[in-house]
Structures are given as C-alpha cells and as structure tokens.
C-alpha cells in the first residue's frame, strides 16, 4: 500500500494479493511450475526444474524496470523470460534452455492471472462468508425487532430488523457460493504455445499441460482458452455479482443511518466517521466506502466482457484490455467485502427508534386489518368505508388512527382490539420463518403470528 | 414482429418470446398459478381457482392500454390486476376477491421475468446446443486441414481449420452450460408481499411459496428476494457470456472472409450478402448481424448489474430499471445465437485458399525447426545465425525459404529434409488431439504429429 | 405507444419522434431531400425530384415488412430504396432511376438517425428548458426557507430549499447547453457514397452533399464519416449527461419525500402514487420513474461509446450495433425529463417539515459558531473545550444544545444571544446570492447573512 | 512509473501527470491558493498565506501514510489538511488557523481533479495535436495513391490511403477540439463549503471562490457543483470519445498490417514488434496497445455517468466512487494517444501492395462503369445483361474482367477502353477533394475525376 487512494479502496487482504509484486510471483510460479510439469513429464530432469525454480522469486526482479521493457513487446513476461533465463543460466546453463519452453507470452499471463484470481479471490470468499455469519447473528438477535419496512423509501408494512439482516447475508451468501464455484472449479490453466497447437512440445503437449495444471491445482481445460474468454467473463460476473450484493447492504445501512432515520448507527470510535464540530453527524464511513468501491463493479466488468470478442489465435488487443480491469475489480471487490465487514462489526441498531418510526405512522399501515375484522359485521363495503373515512380523519388531524377508531367505532369494537389490530408486532407474517431459514434455527420454530386473516381473502396490500 | 429493425436484430425465435404478448402472458401466468397454489394450500376452493385461471389469457387484454395506465403506478401488474378481477368478477365474484392474494406488483413482474427468461432462454439453449452440435461436425471434418495460426492478426505457426472450430463450439458449448445452470437451478419465484413477510396470508405464506414455485416449475428461494438482484445478475451474466462465445466467432468469420484472406465464405444464396453491381463482394451478413447484436450485451449487463443495489424492501427505480435491458439482453442474446446458426449453416471453407496463404510466409514460421535440426551438428549458435541469415535473405529477395537454405545448406541437408521440416502439415502439434477432445472422437486417435523436437529443448515460439 | 411498458419508460413526446414510423419518415425525407439536392446541383430535373419526393410518406410502407426484408442485408435501407423505387417508377419511371443516386445504405441510415436526433432531442430540449424553468421559480419562491443540508445522508449545516432547487435547475440548464449545442452544430448529413469518394458522382458530389446539408438544415461535415462516429458519441454524451442531472434531481426528491423526512411530497391527484389500503403512502411514482430512466443510460452510453471503433470504409457490426442503443437513449432521456417535469409540477413543499426536521438536531449543527464566539474571551482552547461538552450533554440527555448552554454559559452569554447563535435562519451563507445567480434576482440583492465570523478564523466545518 | 504494466498503459507523458504525486502536488496547490484567495479578499495577510503556500510541496508529504490515513473519513483531504496545518504551525501558528479556512474536503479534491485533468489532458491535448498534424502530412504525401476501399472488410471501390489518413486525422481533430473546450472553459473550481453555502465566511464566500478560480486559472462556477456532476460527465465523454477516434485509427492500422493485406507496416526497430524466431512476423505493437488502452475507456466513462446521480449536499458513495475511474481515465487515455502516435511515427505504407491487392479484384468491383459506358448505346437492360454475365464468367473462370469483356464486346469497345474504364486510379470521386479539405491544400486544386457518369444515372453503388 503505497498510494493516495488505497486506504479506501484498498481496504482489506485483497489489495497485497493483486499488487505489483504478487503478479511478478504469480508470473514466477508459473514459470517454475511449468519446468517441474516438464520434470513430471519426462521432458526435462528434475534437477533443471529445480534450478529454473530456484530462480523464480519476485524479490529477485525489478517490476518497474519490466515494465519499462514490457513496451516493446507489449506485454512483461517477454522481459521476464529474458531475465528469468539470464539468472537460471548464471546457475545451469542447459536449465536455462528449457525457461518458459513450449509456452507463449499468453500462456503465462493467463495462468498468472488465474493464481492471482484463486488467491485474491479466495481471500475475498473467507471475507465475505465471515460477514454473512456475522449479519446471520445480528438476524438472529433482532428476528424479533419490528421495524418498518419500506417501499420506494416509503413505509409500508412492518418487517423485522432480524429478516433484513438475514436478506443481507443470504443475498451475500449466495455470491460467495457463485464465486466459490467460479475460484474452484472454473479457473484453469492456459497453456497453448504460440497458436493452441502446443507443436513444439511434438505429442507431449497434453500431458504437459495436464501436469501443469497439477501443479498449480487449476483446472485442466478441454484445449486452450486464449481468445475464448468465458472464464474471465464467469469470473467477473461473480465479482460483479458479490458487489451488487454489498451494495445494496451498505446502501441500506446508509440509509438507515440517516439523521432522520436513525435506526442504525456506525460506531466508529475516536476520529472515525465523526466530526468534532458536529457531534451529532455519525457518518457511516465503512458502509459509504463499500459504496464507493461497489460502484466501480459494473464498469469493470462490462470492459471484461466486451473484450471477451477476441480474433483468431490470439487477439490484437482485447486480451491486453482485460489485465488492468480484472486487477482492479479483485480489488474494488475486496476492498468493498472488507468495507461491509468493518460497518457490519460497527453497526448498532437502535431498537427504540425502529419502534417510534412505526408508531409514527399511528397504525395506518396496518388499517386494512381493521377492514378485515369488521367486514364479517358490517359488510365489506361499509368496514372499508368506515376505515377509510378514519384514516383520512388521522392523517388530516394529526390524531393516531387509534385514537379517531376509539371514537368513531364506540360499540362495535374496544379500544384494545382496535389497538390490538393495529399494533406493527402482530402483523409480522412470515419474518420469523423467513429469518430462521437463514440463520439455521430450529425448524420448528415459527415466526410471530399471531392469528391469520387469511380465511377472509384480505384485499392485497399491493404498493399501488 | 412489427418493427424497422426487427429482421436485423429480433432474429431467431426468442423474439416473439419476449414480446409484449410473451410478457402479458407471462403476468397472467403467474396470477394463474398463484390461484391454484392458493388452492392447493387449502386457502380458496378449486374451482375459484379454475375461474380466476380462466380469466388469464393474454389475448384477452390489450398491452397498449394496460401500458398506459402503467403510468399511474410504475408498473403494468396495477391495471392487469385491476383488469383481470373485474373479469373474473363477472363470472365468479367470490373468487375475483382472491385475485392477486398475498401478492404485490413485484412479485407478479418478477415471477412473470423468471417465465420469460425461462422460455425466451430455453430456445436460446436449444438453438446454442444445435449451433454448437454443427460446429464440432465442421470441426470432425476438418480436422487435419491445416490453416495459418494467427496473432496479433499476423501469420504465426499453422493450425488447423478443424481446431478453430472447435475452439468456437468449445466457447459456445460452456456458454450454454453456464445458461442451462441459471435456467433451470437459479430461476426462483418471488413471492414476498409488501415488504417480504407475507403477512396477510398469516403463517400460510411459505406454503403458497412453495405451491407456486411447484406450480411454475421455478426454484423456491430460500426468502423473498425483492432487493437481492443476485439471480438477475447471474442471468445477464450468463447472457452476455454466450454474446462473448458467439461474438469471438462471429468476429473470426468475418476476419476469414476478407477478400485477402477469403478461407471462409457466407454462401447465403440470391439476394443475400451479395451485390449485382459488385459481383466479387460476399458479404457476411449473417456473421456480422451476429457481432452487431453481441456487441449491445456488455452495456445492458452493465446496466442490471449496477441496478442491483435496491433500497430497503422495495427499491425505488432500480428495480424499473431492470425490465427493458432484461428483455433487451434476451432478444439480443437470442438474434447473436440464431445469426451465427445462420452463418454456420452458410459457411464454405475455402481449403484450397487456407494452404495458399500458408504458403505465401515460405515456410518461414517454421524457420526454427530448421535451427533445430541442425544445431547437434553445428553448434547452436552457428545453426541459429545460418538460419536467421537465410530468412532474412528470403524476405529480402522474396524468395522461398526452402530455395535458399536449399542452396546455403547444400551437402549438409537436402532439399527433401529442407522441405519436410518446413511443410507447416507436418507441425500441428496437438492440434489434432485438442479437435478430437470436443469432438468425442475416439480417445486412442491422436493428432498428425510426426516426430517431436522436444528432446532438443527448442527456443520457445514466443509471440514476442 | 403500443407497448405494456410504454406508460413508464416512453412517458413524453420524445417517444412519438423515435418510433419506426418515425424512422422510416426520416429514412424517406433523406431520400427526398437526395433528389432535390441533385436537382439543386444540376444532376436532376426539379421535377423528377418532387416525383421521388412525392413517394416519400411513410404511410405509404410498412415497417414490418422492410423489417424482415432487412435481414437480408443486413439493414432496413436496401428493401425501402426497392420499395420506393417501385412505387416512383409507377409514376414516373425515369426519376426513379435516380432514387438514391450515389448515396450508400449507411448515408440514408446516419443522415436519417441526425434527423431523428434533431426532431426528438429538440423536444426534449424544450422540456428540459422548461423543467429548468419551473424549478428556477420554485427557487425563488423558497429562496429563504431554511433546511437541513445533508452530506453522507446525515445532517450537516443549514441551506434552503431555494438554493436546493437552483442546484437542480443550473444543472439541467447546463445539460440542456450542452444538448442544444450538439444538436444545432454537430448534427451533419451524411454523404459518401460506397467508400466515402462518391465516386459515382464524379466531381459534383461534395456540392450535392453541401446541398443535402442546406435541403435538411444540417452541418455539412469536413468529409464523410462513415467510420468516424465522434458525432454519435457527441450526442450520447450528452444525453447520458441529461440523465445524470435528471436522476440527481429525482433522487433528492424521491429522498426528501421518506416518510420520515417529509419535507417534499409529490401530490398525484386521485389513484397516483396513493394507495387506498396505506393511506398514508404518497410515492414519488414520477420521480422513481425519472430515476427508473435515467439509470440506463450508462450502459447505453458505453455502447454506444465502444462501437466507435469502426473498420475501414464503413464497419462490420460496430455501426449495426448503434441503431437501438440510440433510438433507446433518446427515449429514455427523454421519458427521464418528461417524469422530472411531472414530478416537478406534483411537488409540494412542507417547509414546516423542513424546520422541524432542521429543530430536531437541536443545534447541535451551529455549535461551532458558539465556539467562535467564546473566543476572544475564554481563548479558543477553553471556548472549545466548553461546547464540546455541552454537545456532549446534550445529545447524551436528549436536551437541546440550548438549554444545556444557557445553563452551563450562565453568566457569560445569555440564553437569548445562544439561541440567536444556533438558529439556523442566521447562518445561511450565500446560499440567497447563490440562488439569485440562477434566477436571475436582482444583482443588488443579498443572502441572509447577519453577521460574520470570518474574522476570527473560524474552524473549517469540513465533514470530516 | 514502477508498475509492471506500466510500460504498456502509462505510456506517454500523461502517466506522470495524474501519478500519486501529482495527485498530492494538486491538492497542496488548492490550499495554497485557497490561502492566497483569502489574502485577495482582504481575509487574511499576504504573509500568512505565503507562510501557508510555503508548505505545500508534495515532497514534504508521505502519499502512502495519507492514504492509510484517510480510511478513517473516507478521503484523504481530512489527513492532508491535519499534516498540512501541523507544517504551517511550525513555521506561522497564527497562519495555520486560517489553512482550509471556508472549505471541505470535496472542494479541496474536486478542484484538484480539475487541475489534474488540466495538467494531463493538457498533454494528451499536444499529443493529439501533433498525431493529427503528422497523419495529415500522410494524407498530403499518399493524396493520389488508390487503395481498396473497403466495407464489411471486403473489398468495395478504390480509396486512396489519403484520403484514410485524412480521416483518422480529421476524427482526432475533431476530438481534440472537443477536449479542449471542456479543458479550457468547463473546469470549474469547486468551493462551497459543508453544504454550498460557505456560511463559515459569512458573505465573502463568492468573492473566494472568484479569487481562487482566478489564481487557480479555472472557470468561476455559477454556484457550488458539490452532487451536480456535470463537468466530470463532459470531461469523461470527451476522453471517450478520443479513446474512439484513437480506436479506429489503430484499428484500422492492425487490419492493413495483416500478413495477407500488407498495405501497412509498423517498423519497430529492432527488439520492437519483431520476433528472431518469426522473421515474417512484424506486429504492429503500438497500434495494438493503442487498442487496448482505447478498449478501456466505454467502461471507465459508464461509471462515471453513472456516479452523476449525487445525494443532496453531497454524496454518500458516488462521489467516492469517481476517483480512479477518473484517472484511469486520463491515463489510458493519454497512453492511447501516445501509442498511436508512436504508431504512426513507425508507419510504412506498401504502395505496390496497395495497388496489387487493388487488382487482386480484377476490375470487378468498377464493372458498373462499363455498363454506364454501354447503356446509350445498347439500352441500359442489355448492357446490363452483358456485363453481369461477364463478371459471373470472370468469377467462375478466374480470369479478369478485362480480358473477358475484351473478348465479349469486341467490335464495340476496345480492350484499352474497357481497361480505362476499370482502371481504379481513374474512378476515385472526390476522394481528393476531400483529403485537401483536411489537409488545408490549396481550395483550387481538385481531385483525379477524369471523367463523369452522372448524366447517366448511374445506378448506385449501395453496398447491398
């Protein structure tokens, strides 16, 4: 971590994972691993793989100088090989001669990225599983909590904070199962010589690329994959997904956070997120930095798939589009999983306050219970009426619903029963079902209803 | 199909899948569905069931006003809902209450997404498994035709023309598993009410879940997923992998087809591609439609993913935000795939043409097997330098490689050996063995590879 | 308007100017305007050019049939220049041998595609113009009603609801410059012929071009630019710029409009928005639909932006893959300042909301000006110490910063002069000039500004 | 430059101008100049601000501890301006009360983004100048070459290479044009404070921000543009659209570099392009690294539309999230124009090869001109007859058209007149005419037209 930007979009393991150095290794393991596949395949023996290995550590390269070099040809591994082969030569010279053999530039590189893609990637799944069991356990201390839920930013019906928590680590949950998938099953290695054929490996190519792949536990691809970029566009997509289910969490939790709103706060502690000129501001820093780098995502990934149209055996600058915007979305991605982990490990829930923004709307959510109710009595027409007609009195008046019911009801129901039918905790459906699905609980175990309308065919709450 | 540009980019039988009519349906499907799962609940009678079902036909309903009515709410399942109750009310007034019941507007549109996907992208599957199935018989057939490799759009080491395809059925065969797997493992009902909790069908409400996923023949998800875009995500993802796949090969066809290169022509017969006032113009158009339509998918991809973060239980412009490049990304998905069936069905490769190009580099790709083959005699150095001068003589005097070592190495190779070793026919490789992999051709046959250099430690052909 | 999801995504005239009746009128004014600009070079009797011109209504074809004849090759223009040859040649034969004399498909398509462009993006020019306008007078109306200003969605200092809406207003206006500029001096004819030479025309086709130009009031550019499409770019840009100030606007509104903010409602009228089961329910439908629009623009954009890259003379696939990304541009911008117009005309201010909201931090805000004002006094050291804990009183106890300060300042400042300190009215900057500046209020004319501390150095309230 | 890949994307001067120290030397100048500003407005001593400009040297400061530092408030202004104020402490205690004084952090980073994008498209601007200049002096050498023509990439009529030339450099003019209006009247400085108010500095503010735009030589904005992200969005699309103009070029240079075309090629050098072990191999590195860089843009531009939509005073996330996209942006933009101007630099047109390719055809693609030719004589249905007949004939026989029409139309044109008729050279339009316009050659001089056949009617030669 060396630059302006990178405490906030380098947050997090992600970032020494896709840096500078840890390409030059990945380059280097490959390289190496490719002399012992030829060891393993009878082509070279064991102790010149050994010297070629021995040569491969990034420490002994100068990635800024390669870089400079890397313009002739257009790509660094072409002054790599003739560095990595100067340094075998100094210890082996006939070592030397079976640097990088059979392989192109393309082989490299790819192979390369698909080992900085398992590492970085996999340090994003470790990340990204312990920030679902964390929101799993917030769902399952608040599976209980009322709280309003909302429709277009409006509140409609009442949820629970438990069943929000819980939609968050799903939705998280089940982009890591994708990118897991994706970092374990579809990442490959790429090996193909200059045009696919592999031909100055005669017929040992194959079993070359198999040992290869052994090696370096990728998968081994029915033929090379050089301008046939589906596994980078799978890989993206998982990126990209698992950054729309991180925003979509931090976007909530800042909205949450709002002065207004107030149900749920960052603690950030001392100097973080607060203000000492203002001290009521509590910015939810984490959350709005996971934000900032989710956003990145679907540029990113809609540069990878458009260069995924790349001609004959190896393209003319489609592929070289693709090492910079697959680099940076393993980093955006970290950096936004590591951003949601600390606002989640941060965040406090104000129970009172997700309590009183109910009660604010004095019941008028859930007036079409009372309709229900007194239909059976009064006939639906005149029990929607009547309701109607109160609501409008309420939210004119300023009064709760409670209150102008009480009256306008008189004889027909109490007091408590209209408080009854109106109260956001009785009007829970399925959050508790819901929520216990996501976070393991007893099956058993059934959410808060209370008694059910259903028999009646209530009008649908539609959000007309 | 009614419109100006339809014929170029609503080819192919996904279109009429997810036309408006394709939606309606697919709305009322859902509604449909979502009566008998009531019913089979034990929430409503059957036959009332039966009567709000028969109420469900598209072409009883007229898109162009639902859509205008849409206006007032945001969406079109208001008016539809308002519209089918008032028929079902006429045959059946009891069963008209339960229209649409425990449902809102988003789990209606979002089913009825699932329904469209699942058909329009069940044809896309079929006409991608069949494009696929044909290109691997292009591969079986020529197999060991050899052509030029190329990088970098230059001529590199030969291939054959059976590798290239089945490098195109090889992209486009993953690209269809990765579809098969959303279409038929991800594709889930939404079934949420207002706020996901379900709560006026009390505790009823996963059991319905579970009859209309059942039902529809979609996934029951694990909770309602109003803003969890996950499976949005994936599906575009998916789609705009197969544009990739089906780009990569569309873009080769017309790279081929140049009038330089001419190793494959688009025969689309009278009034096709051609021109009578340019008669040696063969266009192919079927290809580059083809690229025209894969071309549209990263931006819409883009779009969906960057629509998946969605506030709180039901997002406010987000969510609209996904309808039209969904159906967009369908439709063009759908044309990508059918236009290169189309081309494939067209193609003639010109094999002939594909030597003569080979030809015209003289041998020179295969310079360093000549390098080779002396160097256990000459010292690799004195081999190296005897070689790289007769290149530089050949293309300095255009001559053929073969005539000038032929003389330069007079008494120490052949003319014969010269040109064996530089007869781009027998230097394939593992072209053969990689073709006959996605082939399925018999495991024991392996590919034209007549002798191997690999003991010699050849200098890597790096496209450097 | 036929379609289910018009009512949404082509809300406004915009619509109406880029369906296929639309494009093919354009497609047939081309062509007319070809024939007299031929007749205007001399190349043409005028008379032969007001035959062809008299075939050139589009009612007089049908869309759909020239939509699947275009499959053929690959655009709309070779059957309608078939079809309108024909239907001149009834009339008179030999001006139908000028029909579409030394233009090219892609000339007919680009030149028809600037005016559409024109037609539609001038309508949504002058709602753009008076969207600015309406919002310029709800900026001078609340020119000095105090609200919370927000930064990270918390509570920041004070500005008004006048400033807010001039925010919205330059924004769009800026957009609208940009538009109007793109439109009145970038649209240009297009006129090349097969490779730009316009070799069938010997040397009269730049004058035929400079004559097409003047027939349809477009630029006449440097020299063909079938390849070049800076000109699309152009017009992308600054549409996707549109929709970037549009969503801006809308998203503020849809957010001031929360249920617990409150401080805008978007007032539908009669079945909009409302719902009549959550009466207390009032959805911004107009402003969610602006952001449902305006958030595919992006997307579009980079299409639009990618296919730039064109091949040669004229492309394969980049130029076919422009057509729907433009036409769906122009309507989505324009459906996107249509729902901002709507939203804008349903708006209604609750500045009583906006001052109880801005109360409801209890001034905690202003703290700092307080500081200021110990200073001199205490010395800044003391003076901060004092106030921060005071804030910190207060928030802990729930008290307003107030009272906790006329008792903990009791003798130093009077519970009068504090509470002038902290009220918001008072501290309002140039947020007054900066709203005269838009609506263009005497210059003379100056914000609320009371007094100032900027001598005393005060500390920077940088939201930290 | 100390990247691995910088060789290949930070190409060119522009690398340097947006690196983090560049960055850091650009928010150090805004809060010098700040300081100066005050100093104009009578709000603070000449010397104190110089005492405060004295610090703000970037090499007094550590970019890589800021930036860890500014994960806490999520920019790295906040840290900044804490070391800053330390520094100036030092040296002026009174001075550093006064550093930042009237800002926030957004007005600090959004006026260095317009200063870095000043310094570095400034560069990229001179870059373009000069590429334009050197394809127009190619334009002027190669005025009367013929070259294909070619659409769909096959061969159509003849072009001359420049009049191609002339059309790369006109598209990048045009470009350039575009740059350097919004670089020279749309970059505002930014200056608001919390929440565009500038309430801190009472009613000086707008005097500031004028004091600041001019020392800091950027535009005076109307009011503070904090969530109206106007400017970013032309400033992207402007660099858009260069990477665009840059594409095509460089497309267009990869596609007449190809073995089988050859029209073009890249002389590296040695080391450069080339490789010892292909000698016919001679990619053309810089145009393909021109494309890569170039390839980036469309995603990097989306995203920054995208971020437009900005919360209230200012942003929770989009605005963050405008950062790298942006210069990324510039970089690879400013490395696509080096690199095609080191191509270009590398340029050898193939004149002969031009010409062989040309009647490669064999006249085939003129044969209208022959049917003209006969058309008064025989009637236009004969002499149409004729000549399609002779074309199939020369297809089938793969003899040329010449020769076959000499000997079916002996006794009425002569074979000399049929080969003027084909001759390429003498069917170019106004291919001249226009190469002169972008060439700026004198107005009198007039392209190759020997002679017409617009009289005739010719029928046109749509690429059908």
Known sequence: M????????????????????????????????????????????????DAVAAACTAARYDPGELGRAAAGGGNPVIPLVRELTARVREADPEAARHVHRGATSQDVMDTAAM??????????????????????ALARAYRDTPMPGRTLLQQ???????????????????????????????????????????????????????ALAARLDLTEPVLPWHTDRGRIAELAAALGRVCGAVGTAAQDIVLLAQTEVGELVEEGGPGVGGSSTMPHK???????????????????????LAAQIQEHQRAAGGWHAEWLPLTDLLRRTGA????????????RADTARMRSNLDATGGLALSERVTTDLAPELGRTEAHRLVTDACREAVDSGRDLVDVLAVNLEGVRSRGRI??????????GSAGAFTDRVTGAAAGRTGPVAHTDSEEGAPTPDER
């Open 2 to 49: 060396t630059g302006l930007f990178d405490g906030v979009f380098d947050h997090g393991p992600a970032a020494a994972l896709t840096d500078d150095t840890a390409w030059l290794q990945a380059l280097l393991d490959v390289e190496a691993a490719l002399a012992h596949a030829l060891a393993d395949s009878g082509l070279l023996a064991p102790e010149r793989a």
């Open 115 to 136: 080992l900085l893609a398992r590492r970085a990637g996999g340090t994003v799944l470790s990340d990204l599983r312990a920030l679902a069991d964390h929101l799993r």
């Open 156 to 210: 409609a019906l009442p949820t629970t904070f438990g069943a929000v928590a819980a939609g968050w680590a799903n939705g998280l949950s089940e982009a890591a199962d994708q990118l897991e998938h994706v970092l374990y099953h579809r990442l490959a290695v790429q090996f193909g010589g200059a045009v696919g054929t592999l031909a100055s490996l005669g017929r040992d190519g194959p079993a070359v690329a198999a």
């Open 282 to 304: 509590r910015n939810p820093v984490a959350a709005v930095s996971a934000l900032a780098c989710a956003r990145q995502a679907p540029g990113l990934v809609a540069t990878l």
């Open 336 to 347: 936004a999983v590591a951003w949601l982990r600390t606002s989640a490990a941060r965040l």
């Open 419 to 428: 408080a009854a039918l109106l109260d956001p905790a009785d009007y829970l």
